[in-house]
């Protein structure tokens, strides 16, 4: 019966606490920050460096906390010592996602948009990774380059041979 009325107060308590909450603005897509914002290529290299940096490395590092704090639940001596090497990592990991929050992309965004200026360390990293697409660019520009003069060469090969056994074959008649 205690249990019926535990459960009861914690049920009523929930139903009250999820009724003032206040409902968030949703946040964009990727697609939706793209369509939106990317006019150019340094917006939609911008949108991909928030996006990857929020997506891959803060939640890359968060996730070592929970898993280590599973470890402790079985093995509390190993647990443990995962959970003081992997709570600095979480702490990071949240800081990246604030870092790289909705909110300082879309001021990123407006501030690229009206002024055409970032912010050293953004600046940085979207030279680099121009710099990075040139280089891939270049290499598949040589690779295909390459691949139509195989495919000349082998054409001049099979015209040779066929043009061969057309002669072998008129001096044998």
Do not use: C, W
Request: net charge positive; aromatic share 8%; glycine share 4%.
């Amino acid at each position: 019966m205690k249990y019926f009325i535990l459960f009861s107060l914690v049920a009523l308590i929930s139903i009250n606490g999820f009724s003032r909450q206040k409902i968030k603005k949703q946040h964009l897509t990727y697609l939706e920050y793209i369509n939106e914002y990317g006019n150019d290529k340094t917006s939609i290299t911008i949108i991909n460096i928030f996006f990857q940096k929020r997506e891959y490395a803060g939640i890359g590092k968060m996730s070592f906390l929970p898993l280590s704090a599973s470890v402790t639940a079985v093995a509390p001596p190993i647990g443990i010592g995962l959970m003081a090497v992997s709570s600095p990592l979480f702490v990071s990991g949240i800081i990246t996602r604030n870092k790289y929050s909705h909110k300082n992309l879309l001021k990123a965004l407006n501030e690229y948009r009206s002024n055409k200026s970032l912010s050293k360390n953004l600046k940085k990293k979207v030279i680099r990774i121009h710099i990075i697409e040139e280089e891939i660019h270049q290499i598949e520009l040589r690779e295909a380059r390459l691949i139509s003069l195989k495919e000349i060469k082998n054409k001049h090969i099979t015209d040779e041979k066929n043009r061969k056994k057309d002669i072998l074959s008129h001096v044998s008649k």
